[in-house]
């Protein structure tokens, strides 16, 4: 069964705009929650992540915001760009455990 | 090398005949992953190595599939008796970090893409 859900499954957001990308877990012993980009004929790479104890983490045009209580985190993408169109990923993990269970991803679309 | 790679980067099979899919990772990783990427779907695990062992092989989705690791480097990823089902996109991935020593960063590879006719 899918540890995380994730939606929606597809995006299409104008240069400029903002994506944001949900997703949502049952599981409270996950505590690492990290977003990893796909471009199409590459694998994923790891684009994010976040640990419980903060709310919110920012790289550059990159927020992640996490909600503990409602066990929800989601991927924001401000200033969108053409080249942020990709398949984005969330996952979850438990820190004594190997396994990162992946949500089934969004792909998004920047158009210019 | 810089990278995991992966060969071959597209396999077309006749259903019934064995493939055989070839992952190095990054030197010095000594957990690999291999996770498999169906049209639309997530990132569906498959197995986990740590150095040569695989404690965990629960992915594998029938007794058609195996895989192995040797020298603690190279894996292979054998499907035998293929079947149209199987086409997917095949990851490896690797990491430096053992469980319970934080954030494990995966590492991927550009996928081996499986079609079966």
């Known amino acids: 069964q899918q540890q995380v859900k994730q939606s929606p499954q597809s995006l299409i957001v104008q240069k400029g705009g903002i994506s944001i990308i949900n997703c949502a877990y049952e599981?409270?012993?996950?505590?690492?929650f990290p977003w990893y980009q796909q471009f199409p004929g590459k694998g994923p790479a790891l684009l994010i992540a976040?640990?419980?104890?903060?709310s919110e983490k920012k790289e550059g045009r990159f927020t992640i915001s996490f909600n503990k209580s409602a066990k929800q985190f989601s991927l924001h993408i401000m200033d969108s760009q053409p080249g942020d169109s990709a398949t984005y990923f969330c996952a979850v993990l438990r820190s004594n455990d190997y396994k990162l269970s992946f949500g089934a991803g969004t792909t998004v679309t920047v158009r210019a | 090398g810089a990278g995991v790679s992966q060969s071959p980067s597209n396999k077309v099979t006749e259903k019934g005949k064995d493939v055989e899919l070839r992952c190095d990772p990054i030197?010095?990783?000594?957990?690999l992953y291999w996770y498999r990427q169906s049209l639309g779907q997530g990132l569906e695990f498959l197995i986990y190595?740590?150095?040569?062992?695989?404690?965990?092989k629960s992915g594998l989705p029938s007794d058609r599939f195996s895989a192995e690791r040797t020298g603690g480097s190279v894996s292979t990823l054998t499907i035998q008796r293929t079947q149209q089902e199987d086409s997917a996109v095949y990851l490896c991935?690797?990491?430096?970090?053992?469980?319970?020593?934080?954030?494990?960063?995966?590492?991927f590879g550009a996928g081996s893409r499986l079609t079966v006719l």
């Open positions: 599981n409270t012993a996950f505590d690492y």
């Open positions: 190595f740590q150095g040569n062992s695989a404690p965990d």
């Open positions: 030197s010095g990783h000594t957990a």
């Open positions: 991935a690797s990491s430096l970090v053992s469980p319970g020593a934080g954030a494990n960063v995966l590492t």
């Open positions: 976040i640990r419980p104890d903060v």
